[in-house]
């Protein structure tokens, strides 16, 4: 996989993880815990994201 289809991957999923995000924080029945791993999760997706965008 070349660094720009993985960024483009990572990219994908952590445009994903945003809009599940947003769908979770509308919902009356909101998982406190489930909402803060995503959340982690999409924090390390750009990390990584940017990390491949510094070397490359």
Same mark, same amino acid.
């Given at each position: 996989m070349t660094v720009d289809a993985r !960024?483009?991957?990572l990219d994908r999923k952590h445009k994903d993880l945003e809009t599940r995000i947003t769908h979770s924080m509308?919902?009356?029945a909101v998982?406190? !815990?489930e909402l803060r791993r995503m959340k982690q999760m999409k924090l390390w997706l750009k990390d990584q994201i940017s990390e491949l965008k510094t070397r490359h």
């Open positions: !960024i483009e991957t509308n919902s009356p998982d406190p !815990i």
